[in-house]
């Protein structure tokens, strides 16, 4: 079965960089494009960035310039690199499958890893 | 840019009543419109997508509706699975979801 699993979340200074990572299994993570979506404490979605399957990558604005993604297909895993950070990136960070019939509509979410940026 | 809105922000009803929620947008977004459910500690769930569609194995009691801005998720018999948290989102551009709509029990 389709399985993400993310990890790398933890607690950071402003202004301190963090790498998640997202395992993908159960399906030919090649084939589909990816992105990272995100949900402060208590708050709604908000989509980060997405990378194609052919490595197009686009970034909300929010984090653009600052966040980077990634993907390594040989390995089955999915990158976000989050540096400059800042106390309203604190989040849940989900990795999540775009769907073959819109490659931003989202089928499948990991469980998130927690990113708290805190002095 | 668009913007989305949800209504109501929370909505109390019984097991067994039909539940419905609105989306807008700030301008027509065609069908391009997704619903999801998320409960407390877990991850969103797709349930429709282009407005009407059904994702896989998701109950026939959960339906869509609408066009250009306003759509509807109707849930018809709420189950007590029902009581979450439901969020459009639209894809006509970046993706954007609304606030959420609280289902709770009444």
């Known amino acids: 079965q389709v399985q993400l699993v993310e990890s790398g979340g933890g607690l950071v200074k402003p202004g301190g960089s963090l790498r998640l990572s997202c395992a993908a299994s159960g399906f030919t993570f090649s084939d589909y494009y990816m992105s990272w979506i995100r949900q402060a404490p208590g708050k709604g979605l908000e989509w980060v960035s997405y990378?194609?399957?052919?490595?197009?990558?686009y970034f909300a604005d929010s984090v653009r310039g600052r966040f980077t993604i990634s993907r390594d297909n040989a390995k089955n895993s999915l990158y976000l690199e989050m540096n400059s950070l800042r106390a309203e990136d604190t989040a849940m960070y989900y990795c999540?499958?775009?769907?073959?019939?819109?490659?931003?509509?989202?089928?499948?979410w990991g469980q998130g890893t927690l990113v708290t940026v805190s002095s | 840019e668009v913007l989305l809105t949800q209504s109501p922000a929370t909505l109390s009803l019984s097991p067994g009543e039909r539940a419905t929620l609105s989306c807008r947008a700030s301008q027509s977004i065609s069908s391009y419109v997704a619903w999801y459910q998320q409960k407390p500690g877990q991850a969103p769930r797709l349930l429709i997508y282009?407005?009407?569609k059904r994702a896989t194995g998701i109950p026939a009691r959960f339906s869509g509706s609408g066009s250009g801005t306003d759509f509807t998720l109707t849930i018809s018999n709420l189950e007590p699975e029902d009581f979450a948290v439901y969020y459009c989102?639209?894809?006509?551009?970046?993706?954007?979801f609304g606030p959420g709509t609280k289902v709770d029990i009444k």
């Open positions: 990378i194609s399957n052919s490595d197009t990558k």
């Open positions: 989102q639209q894809r006509s551009s970046w993706p954007l």
């Open positions: 282009d407005t009407a």
């Open positions: 999540a499958r775009g769907t073959w019939f819109g490659e931003f509509y989202f089928d499948y």
